[in-house]
């Protein structure tokens, strides 16, 4: 039977970046579990550049028509970040010092092999409730392919285990992620006369010092589950001007926020229309344009799926600040938990790696889980 670390490295090897189809890589993940006896359908979608994508199901038991109901589904993500042209091994898995180095070693390939080692160590005739293993698409990118599952009304589990790099602390609950595009319009005129036009940038400069306020107002409503206890907003990019000798027409910037749960997804998105009138005249107009609008989610600690993972050392519990798939689960109906091996603070960069005696302790919490929920 194979391991998990010869899993990960068969999986490492399959280059998966969100920009690119993950068929290649859907199609080794079915090639595990095909000898199984596993049921499974592939739902396809085309991306905006009209590549192809696929969101793949399993289960060792058959697969209704139509939404598919589960006690269990185990998700997971194929896609990765794009790597460093400066990181030739990136596809190929490294071992040193008690950790595997490689790109999505970590983020998430690692749990991806663990669930597959997961499932050929399982006894599924001892399932007497559905399993439900999933592989998404371009999570990286916005969680594109569970949105897609949500859309198809495709899956509809009780509980959700979420794979993610936890260190494998479960999380039970996860702010949401929004984004903001804020263009500013003015005139333009030679900086000579500033009094013949309107600079964009002076009017974005007055806004965002506006938004900073709004970002202080906001660590007033707490959540004391998360660090930091609230809302974080951040203005992470600008763009303005065409010369320095030319009042700039035009100025923008992106706007991003990660909403505790308990907070209406709306409200910072209604502050910031509510600023932009506030600050548009008759020669400055300001537009925003929201971009994306993920929800946080939240799960009780009493939760069964929780329970399942803490196992006899009582594990404590966690929140995460990174998005994740796990809201649009909740949306599906379930009960949310992320969990995974490895480290966050390692993901994304050619640091990347996961400690090995993770990745087994991790196959064991999962078939734990898997006994615990489904038999």
């Known amino acids: 039977m194979m391991s998990v670390q010869k899993i990960l490295r068969e999986l490492v090897a399959v280059p998966s970046i969100s920009s690119a189809s993950n068929g290649p890589m859907i199609e080794r993940i079915l090639q595990f579990f095909e000898p199984l006896g596993w049921h499974h359908r592939i739902l396809r979608y085309q991306d905006a550049a009209g590549v192809k994508k696929l969101n793949l199901i399993v289960s060792p038991q058959p697969l209704s028509e139509g939404t598919i109901v589960a006690e269990l589904a185990i998700i997971c993500h194929t896609d990765t970040v794009p790597y460093s042209a400066e990181w030739p091994e990136a596809t190929t898995l490294i071992e040193r010092d008690g950790m595997l180095h490689g790109c999505g070693s970590c983020d998430v390939k690692g749990f991806l092999s663990c669930m597959i080692a997961a499932a050929l160590h399982l006894n599924a005739a001892r399932l007497s409730k559905q399993l439900c293993m999933v592989f998404t698409s371009d999570e990286e990118i916005g969680c594109h392919g569970a949105r897609f599952l949500v859309g198809q009304k495709a899956l509809k589990p009780r509980y959700a285990i979420v794979g993610e790099p936890t260190s494998l602390v479960p999380s039970r609950a996860g702010k949401g992620y929004c984004l903001a595009a804020v263009s500013v319009q003015g005139k333009a005129a030679h900086s000579a006369y500033p009094n013949v036009g309107h600079s964009a940038i002076f009017a974005a400069a007055k806004l965002i010092t506006e938004i900073e306020r709004l970002g202080k107002e906001l660590a007033t409503h707490r959540n004391d589950a998360f660090d930091p206890p609230h809302t974080t907003l951040n203005i992470g990019k600008i763009e303005g001007g065409s010369a320095k000798n030319i009042v700039p027409a035009e100025c923008s910037f992106l706007v991003e926020w990660r909403p505790?749960?308990?907070?209406?997804?709306?409200?910072?998105?209604?502050?910031?229309?509510?600023?932009?009138?506030?600050?548009?005249?008759?020669?400055?107009?300001?537009?925003?344009?929201?971009?994306?609008?993920?929800?946080?989610?939240?799960?009780?600690?009493?939760?069964?799926?929780?329970?399942?993972?803490?196992?006899?050392?009582?594990?404590?519990?966690?929140t995460i600040a990174f998005g994740t798939e796990a809201p649009w689960l909740t949306r599906m109906g379930a009960e949310a938990v992320v969990i995974g091996p490895g480290s966050m603070l390692t993901a994304h960069s050619s640091r990347e790696c996961v400690p090995i005696k993770e990745l087994d302790d991790c196959v064991h919490m999962l078939l734990t889980a898997i006994e615990r929920l489904c038999t």
């Open 260 to 318: 505790i749960p308990n907070q209406p997804l709306q409200f910072v998105a209604d502050k910031l229309e509510q600023l932009a009138t506030r600050f548009s005249t008759d020669h400055i107009e300001i537009d925003v344009d929201i971009q994306r609008m993920d929800p946080g989610f939240e799960t009780p600690n009493e939760s069964p799926v929780i329970q399942s993972l803490l196992g006899d050392s009582r594990t404590s519990v966690q």
